[in-house]
């Protein structure tokens, strides 16, 4: 009797699962144990899914990605790669964990060229993208794909009205649920959403868009940096933008265009750029070959002449109505001498490494002689300078001038003093969260200040020192910038109060002596204060107070971008 009733559960059960296979599931019922019917049902749901006409689901190999304590470091755990054909749109949904230590301890999105592997041959990135609204750009830029920070906006609220938004980022990421949208539009641009919902309820929106490939895929994946994700689901529809409608140019400027050019050098270009506005407001650098000039100089004699220059393409490429600029030049005699007439700003540099020092030209003056016995003052873009050497006393830095027939040259006398200590790269490469001074124990009731010289590519504010306050084993208080900027849980109740006239800062990093002094009060708050004498004499002053710290274990250090200092006390 028992052999006849398991023979006929299962002759039940392989009923059920050819059944499964018939297009209409909902016209049976079953006798079966009761885990059973959710099983089929499961199947059936699945089936479904994947028959929805214009939706594709995509299977997720790897459902956990990351160490689940969170241990996964920068670029150590990756998400399946998910390829995005062109004119189509990639929903991503995961749930995101992070340490809660530092802002990037979340997902990260990288966006790709279609390889294989990213350790292969050929791999390119389009860009990276933080959940913290930060990003960089990949080797897809030399392609013609840059990646461009102003284009990242993001509604990140200030949830508990400190002022601080993002202590309340990181507490609304522990857990959140996150979709990712990315619209690979057939107009040959990439559009990002990443959507954030929290456990506490906090939505959180972040946008990015820049151009890639309109013809071939691209690849997208997600990267731990201190954090692990739970996939969820994984489709793609077709894309949303459909239609971009083409506009015209309204303007057009030059920049970088020759002052003077010597007689017998037929280049009225030379380095220039031209930047096209469009109508809906967007700009673009243009190639110098989809130029025109209408009006061009006569190089063939001395002085003053005018170039006009011309664009007629839309921003699709479709010729129109021309816009136009001008410019003007001189043709000179050739230069037969120059000589420094007014000394630069800055005329003595502090090193440290034994790399030579880049010379900063800003200030100064060179008058040339021409063949006629005339002068004039020579552009500083017409010039070229040599490295200072990092040996101390006077050190002489060549300028040449380069002209049609021959190289004009003459130096210019500065002086070099060795300072005690370092961080950073001499040319300015730099990259944030890389360098580091050594770390200094702020006792509780004392203060612990450092010297340093300041040296800047001037391009960015934040390209200057900033102070790091944490504990001895580097869990962080707070960072601190040099203009006016702060984050970390101990920032909070900070107060930040400053003089800086904002035209002028950066221009006058390069050169600066900043001296920061830490303050350890003693009832669990610190100040941190930044004393900066610009190179022409300005001085300026950056002031915290009161960031949260343990008293009783403080420790204070550099870090920087783009930039880089020279410890002299």
Same mark, same amino acid.
């Given at each position: 009797?028992?052999?006849? =009733?398991? #023979?006929?559960?299962?002759?039940?059960?392989?009923?059920?699962?050819?059944?499964?296979?018939?297009?209409?599931?909902?016209?049976?019922?079953?006798?079966?144990? /009761?885990?059973?019917?959710?099983?089929?049902?499961?199947?059936?749901?699945?089936?479904?899914?994947?028959?929805?006409?214009?939706?594709?689901?995509?299977?997720?190999?790897?459902?956990?990605?990351?160490?689940?304590?969170?241990?996964?470091?920068?670029? /150590?755990?990756?998400?399946?790669?998910?390829?995005?054909?062109?004119?189509?749109?990639?929903?991503?949904?995961?749930?995101?964990?992070?340490?809660?230590?530092?802002?990037?301890?979340?997902? #990260?999105?990288?966006?790709?060229?279609?390889?294989?592997?990213?350790?292969?041959?050929?791999?390119?990135?389009?860009?990276?993208?933080?959940?913290?609204?930060?990003g960089w750009g990949g080797t897809m830029a030399a392609e013609g794909f840059p990646y461009d920070a102003a284009m990242i906006s993001y509604n990140y609220p200030d949830t508990d009205g400190d002022g601080d938004i993002w202590n309340d980022f990181r507490q609304t990421m522990q857990g959140a649920r996150v979709t990712i949208e990315i619209d690979h539009s057939a107009t040959g641009n990439a559009f990002v959403t990443a959507t954030a919902v929290g456990t506490n309820g906090v939505e959180l929106v972040m946008t990015y868009q820049q151009p890639v490939s309109a013809a071939n895929n691209i690849v997208a994946f997600l990267v731990t940096d201190g954090s692990y994700f739970e996939m969820k689901k994984?489709?793609?529809?077709? &894309?949303?933008?459909?239609? %971009?409608? @083409?506009?015209?140019?309204?303007?057009?400027?030059?920049?970088?265009?020759?002052?003077?050019?010597?007689?017998?050098?037929?280049?009225?270009?030379?380095?220039?750029?031209?930047?096209?506005?469009?109508?809906?407001?967007?700009?673009?650098?243009?190639?110098?070959?989809?130029?025109?000039?209408?009006?061009?100089?006569?190089?063939?004699?001395?002085?003053?002449?005018?170039?006009?220059? &011309?664009?007629?393409?839309?921003?699709?490429?479709?010729?129109?109505?021309?816009?136009?600029?001008?410019?003007?030049?001189?043709?000179?005699?050739?230069?037969?001498? =120059?000589?420094?007439?007014?000394?630069?700003?800055?005329?003595?540099?502090?090193?440290? &490494?034994?790399?030579?020092?880049?010379?900063?030209?800003?200030?100064?003056?060179?008058?040339?002689?021409? &063949?006629?016995?005339?002068?004039?003052?020579?552009?500083?873009?017409?010039?070229?300078?040599?490295?200072?050497?990092?040996?101390?006393?006077?050190?002489?830095?060549?300028?040449?001038?380069?002209?049609?027939?021959?190289?004009?040259?003459?130096?210019?006398?500065?002086?070099?003093?060795?300072?005690?200590?370092?961080?950073?790269?001499?040319?300015? /490469?730099?990259?944030?969260?890389?360098?580091?001074?050594?770390?200094?124990?702020?006792?509780?009731?004392? /203060?612990?200040?450092?010297?340093?010289?300041?040296?800047?590519?001037?391009?960015?504010?934040?390209?200057?020192?900033?102070?790091?306050?944490?504990?001895? @084993?580097?869990?962080?208080?707070? %960072?601190?910038?040099?203009?006016?900027?702060?984050?970390?849980?101990?920032?909070?109740?900070?107060?930040?109060?400053?003089?800086?006239?904002?035209?002028?800062?950066?221009?006058?990093? #390069?050169?600066?002596?900043?001296?920061?002094? %830490?303050?350890?009060?003693?009832?669990?708050?610190?100040?941190?204060?930044?004393?900066?004498?610009?190179?022409?004499?300005?001085?300026?002053?950056? #002031?915290?107070?009161?960031?949260?710290?343990?008293?009783?274990?403080?420790?204070?250090?550099?870090?920087?971008?783009?930039?880089?200092?020279? =410890?002299?006390?």
């Open positions: 009797m028992k052999k006849i =009733m398991r #023979n006929t559960l299962f002759a039940e059960i392989v009923a059920v699962f050819v059944l499964v296979g018939c297009e209409k599931l909902e016209t049976y019922s079953i006798q079966a144990p /009761s885990d059973l019917q959710s099983r089929i049902d499961s199947i059936a749901a699945e089936k479904a899914k994947h028959s929805t006409g214009d939706t594709i689901y995509i299977d997720i190999a790897t459902a956990i990605v990351g160490a689940e304590d969170n241990s996964s470091g920068w670029w /150590s755990a990756f998400s399946d790669y998910f390829t995005i054909p062109p004119n189509k749109l990639f929903h991503l949904e995961f749930v995101n964990h992070g340490t809660g230590v530092n802002n990037w301890n979340n997902w #990260n999105l990288a966006v790709t060229n279609e390889v294989a592997d990213r350790n292969g041959e050929g791999y390119k990135e389009y860009f990276v993208l933080r959940s913290d609204a930060y994984a489709y793609l529809i077709p &894309s949303k933008i459909t239609v %971009v409608e @083409d506009v015209a140019p309204v303007s057009i400027v030059v920049t970088g265009t020759p002052e003077f050019v010597e007689f017998g050098n037929e280049d009225f270009w030379g380095e220039a750029i031209a930047t096209v506005t469009y109508a809906d407001g967007s700009s673009d650098v243009v190639d110098k070959d989809d130029i025109s000039f209408t009006v061009i100089p006569d190089m063939s004699t001395l002085g003053k002449k005018t170039v006009i220059v &011309s664009y007629s393409k839309t921003k699709q490429g479709a010729y129109g109505p021309a816009v136009s600029t001008l410019y003007t030049l001189e043709v000179t005699n050739p230069v037969t001498s =120059m000589v420094v007439t007014t000394m630069p700003v800055i005329t003595r540099y502090y090193f440290f &490494s034994d790399e030579p020092v880049l010379f900063s030209p800003k200030g100064l003056v060179v008058t040339a002689t021409y &063949s006629d016995g005339t002068t004039g003052i020579l552009p500083i873009a017409g010039l070229t300078f040599s490295r200072i050497p990092a040996a101390e006393g006077t050190r002489e830095v060549m300028i040449s001038y380069v002209g049609a027939t021959s190289t004009v040259t003459t130096t210019c006398p500065v002086t070099m003093v060795k300072g005690i200590a370092q961080v950073g790269f001499n040319d300015f /490469s730099t990259p944030w969260w890389t360098q580091f001074s050594d770390e200094y124990t702020v006792a509780s009731g004392a /203060s612990k200040t450092l010297t340093m010289y300041c040296y800047s590519n001037n391009l960015q504010n934040y390209h200057s020192p900033c102070a790091i306050l944490r504990k001895a @084993d580097k869990t962080e208080y707070a %960072v601190v910038r040099m203009d006016h900027f702060g984050w970390g849980d101990g920032y909070a109740a900070a107060t930040a109060t400053s003089n800086w006239n904002w035209d002028t800062f950066k221009p006058n990093i #390069n050169g600066s002596r900043v001296v920061i002094t %830490v303050t350890n009060k003693g009832d669990n708050t610190a100040n941190v204060h930044y004393d900066v004498t610009y190179a022409n004499g300005e001085t300026h002053f950056q #002031n915290y107070e009161g960031i949260a710290v343990d008293s009783a274990d403080l420790n204070c250090a550099i870090v920087l971008e783009g930039s880089y200092v020279v =410890m002299v006390e």
